[in-house]
C-alpha cells in the first residue's frame, strides 16, 4: 500500500494516526465490498487506515493527504478511491458530448458540493452537464436542480461549506449520523486506542532507528578523520622520500 510521501522528512502512520486523533478523527473500517478487486481495496485500506472525521452534514473526510483540495497531495483522490471500491467502476469519457453538444464526459458528482468528501453515500458517477447543474442547487432553499438522485444539501462554494460545518468526535452520535451509510456499506468505528500498541513499537522502533543514523554518521565521520590523517601522512613521507639526499664531498674530489 502506499504512504504519504513527504519531501526529506517522511511520516510514519503513527504520527499521522495520532495527529489524525487530536484533531478529532475516528477510525471507521469498512467492510469489503464482494465485488471489489484487490487493487481497488487496498487503494481504499492505504487512507482508511489514518482515520476520517465525521461531519455534521454526514460527509466522511480523509487525512489532508487524500483530499481533492490538498494540491500537493496524492494524484488518485479520497472521492476516486470510494467510488473505485463501493461503486466498482471509474468514469466513463468516451463519450464527450451528446446529441445537443452538452458535455457528457462522466465525472463523480458529490451530493453534499463538498469535494473532499468519501461518503460513498454522497458520491455518484453522471454526466458532466449534470455535475455542472448541481452547482445551481438550492434557489428556493432545498434541493430544486432537477438532478436524480437528489442532492443531500444545496450548494455552497467550498470556502463557504468550509466555514459551516461542525466536526462530530462522538462514536455514538457519528454512528447515528451514518446509519443509512452503515445500511449499505457495513463499518464498524474502532476505539480511539485501537492503534497505542503498533503506535508505540512504530515510535520505538522510529527511535533506534534514528539513534542508528546518528551513530552511522559519527562512525563515518570517524572514518573520513583516519583516511585524512592517513593520506596526510603519506603525502608527508612521499615528500620526504623524494628528496635527494646531500653527499659529503671530501678534498680533492672534483
Not at 21 to 39: H, I, K, M, V, W
Not at 141 to 149: A, L, N, R, S, Y
Request: charged fraction near 30%; aromatic fraction near 10%; hydrophobic fraction near 25%.
Amino acid at each position: 500500500m502506499e504512504e504519504p510521501k513527504q519531501q526529506n522528512n517522511k511520516r510514519s502512520s503513527a504520527d499521522i494516526r495520532s495527529e489524525m486523533r487530536q484533531e478529532g478523527a475516528l477510525y471507521l473500517t469498512f467492510e469489503r465490498p464482494q465485488l471489489t478487486p484487490d487493487s481497488w481495496w487496498n487503494e481504499w485500506k492505504a487512507m482508511q487506515k489514518y482515520g476520517f472525521f465525521i461531519l455534521n452534514t454526514g460527509c466522511i473526510m480523509p487525512y489532508k493527504y487524500f483530499r481533492k483540495t490538498f494540491k500537493t497531495g496524492h494524484k488518485l483522490k479520497g472521492h476516486q478511491r470510494a467510488v473505485h471500491c463501493f461503486l466498482n467502476r471509474t468514469p466513463d469519457q468516451t463519450v464527450r458530448v451528446n446529441q445537443h453538444g452538452w458535455p457528457c464526459g462522466e465525472q463523480i458528482s458529490h451530493l453534499c458540493h463538498n469535494p473532499d468528501c468519501v461518503n460513498p453515500e454522497h458520491l455518484v458517477i453522471e454526466p458532466q452537464w449534470k455535475n455542472l447543474r448541481r452547482n445551481y442547487c438550492g434557489e428556493n432553499g432545498h434541493c430544486d436542480c432537477g438532478m436524480t438522485p437528489r442532492c443531500v444539501r444545496t450548494y455552497t462554494n467550498p470556502e463557504t461549506f468550509a466555514n459551516s460545518w461542525t466536526l462530530e468526535a462522538d462514536i455514538k452520535k457519528a454512528k447515528v449520523l451514518l446509519t443509512n451509510l452503515h445500511a449499505t456499506y457495513p463499518f464498524n468505528i474502532l476505539p480511539s486506542n485501537f492503534y497505542s500498541a503498533e503506535e508505540v513499537k512504530s515510535k520505538n522502533r522510529q527511535k533506534r532507528r534514528n539513534k542508528e543514523k546518528k551513530h552511522d554518521k559519527q562512525r563515518s565521520k570517524k572514518a573520513a578523520k583516519r583516511r585524512k590523517t592517513a593520506h596526510d601522512d603519506g603525502s608527508k613521507d612521499s615528500k620526504e622520500e623524494s628528496k635527494e639526499p646531500e653527499t659529503d664531498r671530501s678534498e680533492g674530489e672534483v
